[in-house]
């Protein structure tokens, strides 16, 4: 399996070497082989150029689902009886995906007590909504869900599933995607349709962030994906339109395996950095716990969360839910302030994709200035207490 | 109790460095390495065998050379290792994996607790872990950070959300994914490494789980790969000069004129 190359046609460029995403190809003597980490994307032939290299199709099982399937759903998470911004912003994009398809936006909310949660998801872009209110739902057990949600998958048959890349849409999505026997692509940034072959073209980071890839569900169905929080944008309100709602019923041996014993909102994991707007994190350069203080000022004048680099959680100068990067989360906010932050791998593919960096350390040299828009190079116990005063002083507070 | 442990071989990014041209890793001369999730998941695999005795059996997919992941978990004091690889397996997405190493847990017989990363590092889907617990048609809860009680027959363990944690209580047999609080992993041990020297891997390739060439790989996936291309970074760069009072005041008006900060409300 894998790319083929033409030998009398290359030309030992090594072209197709740099491309390849996957490092598949190796030079033997004057020609590449390939090995076995090859996906055939494509990106070494797009390059060749002596178009010495064919992408052979894959013969996959016949499925006629694509045929059969119609409508973008949405999965509408609900934790404490409210939805995550998320739910607004897939319905935001799932309403614009299914306009260009010309079929119907569904939602599916699943829990006890929603109340009020339909009329809210009408407003907010769906047409139809379908509801499961059932005690045996009050918590979230990813089997019992992913059960109801897989059974009217099977009954309805959507083309589209979207679902947020939070705690819950990463856990239970996976479950549902293997029950449904259908492809998925997890944390989305990026969601289009191609119109020929009306497909939902998937787009995600990939390595860390360092690239991107694009993905596409040919034959299965629904084409599934989490896509990340904050990334599409929510669509108008639609106040007081009344669309379809379909209730749905638990049958009878419906049980959850798991138990949910308790639900703690505790102040130290209540670190929402994957939802937040702006994120100020600390690295080694904060010296210590005490100097965590001024991150969380700053973070808190602009209504952010304290992040924190791997250094500073290992030290045990913060808890690791702030951790950002490669082995906590992975944040993309519109404001990313980095104080103190070297700029390791592992902490730059964790937060690069961020709309605007601004990098305080007193190493010129340090990496996180390739990645910053604002660098400053100086003291942040000096930088950060001025951009507070001056904040404050541009805010009238002052 | 019988542990399964899924881990998988990841290129090491701890060495390598951002091209800032075109914010690409150098991957020249990179090492590999067990995912750094999934050293969480042997180290708590040793600490349930230690509450409650058993044994802890790993699996890994991948190429030939994959088998030094499954050394270097028997030198953290795993008891046996499974290595699957079969030129078939290669470019398998998220559903073509679980379908192999879901067949491989169900090879091992009276598996009571299977243990995943919370994701690898090098493609961060999450999904093989819940995945494999569909295939094998077992309750799952992800991104474990602790554990309350370790019984026989069930665990109590403490589920990471967004906003908190749940306590959830969960029957065996059951998957779990982990995260990083669950522990840090202990260093390998003297004897462990001995033992993962002498160590022969066990080999299964696609035929030996009984899987067709078509189930699994590049044929056997759902998802196909259509482009790649480097993420766009885009605004210009610059460093703020002055002294640093000056400097931090420019930066807030940036970011005003910018409208990355609002100033009202």
């Known amino acids: 399996m894998g790319v083929i190359i033409d030998k009398e046609l290359c030309i030992g460029c090594e072209q197709c070497l740099d491309a390849c995403p996957f490092d598949a190809l190796e030079m033997k003597g004057e020609i590449p082989v390939v090995g076995d980490t090859c996906t055939l994307c494509g990106s070494c032939a797009d390059v060749c150029p002596e178009r010495a290299i064919t992408v052979p199709e894959v013969e996959r099982a016949e499925d006629d689902r694509a045929a059969q399937a119609k409508g973008v759903w949405v999965y509408a998470e609900v934790r404490g009886g409210q939805m995550p911004e998320v739910v607004a912003e897939l319905l935001g994009q799932g309403r614009r995906l299914a306009e260009q398809l010309g079929v119907e936006l569904g939602a599916v909310v699943l829990g006890h007590g929603l109340d009020g949660l339909a009329g809210e998801l009408f407003a907010l872009g769906a047409d139809v909504v379908y509801a499961a209110d059932d005690p045996r739902l009050a918590d979230f057990n990813d089997d019992i869900y992913c059960k109801v949600l897989t059974r009217l998958i099977a009954e309805y048959k959507p083309e589209v599933l979207l679902a947020g890349a939070t705690s819950v849409g990463r856990s239970m999505i996976p479950r549902v995607a293997t029950a449904a026997a259908t492809g998925l692509t997890a944390d989305c940034t990026g969601l289009a349709i191609d119109p020929e072959k009306r497909l939902l073209l998937q787009t995600r980071p990939a390595f860390g962030g360092n690239i991107m890839a694009t993905i596409v569900c040919p034959n299965a169905r629904p084409q599934m994906a989490t896509v990340r929080p904050r990334v599409m944008k929510r669509g108008e309100r639609r106040e007081g339109f009344e669309g379809r709602l379909i209730t749905v019923s638990l049958e009878a041996g419906d049980k959850a395996a798991t138990q949910v014993l308790e639900v703690v909102q505790s102040l130290e994991e209540n670190v929402n950095l994957t939802g937040a707007e702006v994120v100020v994190t600390g690295g080694r350069g904060v010296g210590g716990p005490e100097g965590f203080k001024v991150v969380a000022q700053l973070a808190e004048a602009l209504g952010g969360v304290v992040g924190a680099t791997r250094g500073a959680v290992d030290s045990e100068w913060i808890g690791h839910a702030h951790q950002v990067g490669q082995t906590g989360r992975t944040v993309a906010p519109k404001l990313y302030i980095a104080l103190g932050v070297s700029g390791a791998v592992q902490h730059l593919v964790g937060m690069q994709g961020s709309d605007t960096i601004v990098a305080v350390n007193n190493d010129p040299n340090a990496p996180i200035f390739d990645v910053a828009h604002y660098g400053i190079v100086g003291d942040l116990f000096k930088v950060a207490p001025a951009m507070l005063s001056h904040l404050k002083q541009l805010r009238g507070q002052g | ?265």
């Open chain 2, 1 to 265: 109790m019988k542990i399964a442990v899924c881990i998988k071989q990841v290129p090491d990014t701890a060495n390598v460095k951002l091209d800032p041209e075109t914010h690409t890793l150098k991957r020249e001369g990179v090492e590999s390495i067990v995912n750094p999730f999934d050293l969480f998941a042997l180290e708590a695999a040793l600490r349930i065998k230690e509450a409650a005795g058993g044994e802890i059996v790993a699996v890994t997919m991948g190429p030939p050379q994959a088998e030094t992941v499954i050394k270097d978990a028997i030198g953290f004091g795993v008891d046996e290792g499974l290595l699957l690889s079969d030129r078939a397996f290669a470019g398998a997405d998220t559903w073509a994996t679980t379908a192999a190493l879901a067949k491989a847990i169900e090879g091992l017989g009276d598996v009571d607790l299977v243990i995943c990363g919370k994701q690898a590092v090098d493609g961060d889907t999450a999904q093989v872990g819940p995945g494999i617990a569909q295939r094998l048609g077992l309750p799952h809860v992800a991104f474990v950070k602790g554990f309350r009680e370790i019984e026989d027959k069930r665990l109590v363990v403490e589920r990471q959300m967004d906003d908190g944690y749940d306590v959830v209580e969960l029957p065996l047999p059951a998957l779990i994914t982990v995260v990083r609080e669950v522990g840090e992993p202990r260093p390998p041990s003297l004897k462990g490494k001995m033992r993962a020297k002498k160590y022969t891997v066990p080999m299964q390739g696609a035929a030996d789980l009984g899987l067709e060439a078509d189930q699994v790989g590049l044929a056997g996936s759902f998802t196909q790969v259509v482009k790649v291309f480097a993420p766009s970074h885009s605004g210009e760069r610059r460093r703020l000069e002055g002294s640093e009072d000056e400097m931090g005041a420019q930066v807030i008006d940036a970011l005003v004129d910018n409208q990355v900060i609002m100033l009202g409300s």
